[in-house]
């Protein structure tokens, strides 16, 4: 069964950075592509940012654009969101997720961001922004 694990959260200052990691250990990680969303309390599911694992085609939503990076290290099945600058608003759960690429290649830019896309999830890891 798939199992995607995050890691990487924690506490930071208004301008910080942190780095999320999503791991699975059991997928051939460039079969799939990955999306991070996050969920702040009380507000929808949030696409943030995604990467295929056919090309390495990279979409983020407009708040975190030119802030956040995503990369991806397929020999360690591992892909990562750099986020720089982090601001209040940025303070949520973050979950990665995989859909094959098949799938992810057929759906138009704007959809890759949504959550209805992806088949599997990790528990999540929470980010705090906080002075």
């Known amino acids: 069964q798939m199992k995607l694990v995050e890691s990487g959260g924690g506490l930071v200052q208004p301008g910080g950075s942190l780095r999320l990691s999503c791991m699975s250990s059991i997928f051939t990680a460039d079969k799939y592509s990955i999306g991070w969303f996050r969920q702040a309390p009380g507000k929808e599911r949030e696409g943030v940012s995604c990467i295929s694992g056919r090309d390495g085609t990279t979409h983020y939503a407009d708040s975190v654009k030119g802030r956040f990076t995503i990369s991806r290290d397929n020999a360690k099945n591992t892909v990562y969101l750099q986020m720089n600058a982090l601001e209040l608003e940025d303070a949520a759960v973050y979950y990665c997720?995989?859909?094959?690429?098949?799938?992810?290649?057929?759906?138009?830019?704007?959809?890759?961001?949504?959550?209805?896309?992806?088949?599997?999830w990790g528990q999540g890891t929470q980010v705090t922004v906080s002075s």
């Open positions: 997720a995989a859909v094959e690429n098949t799938y992810w290649h057929a759906m138009f830019p704007a959809g890759r961001l949504n959550h209805n896309l992806y088949d599997y």
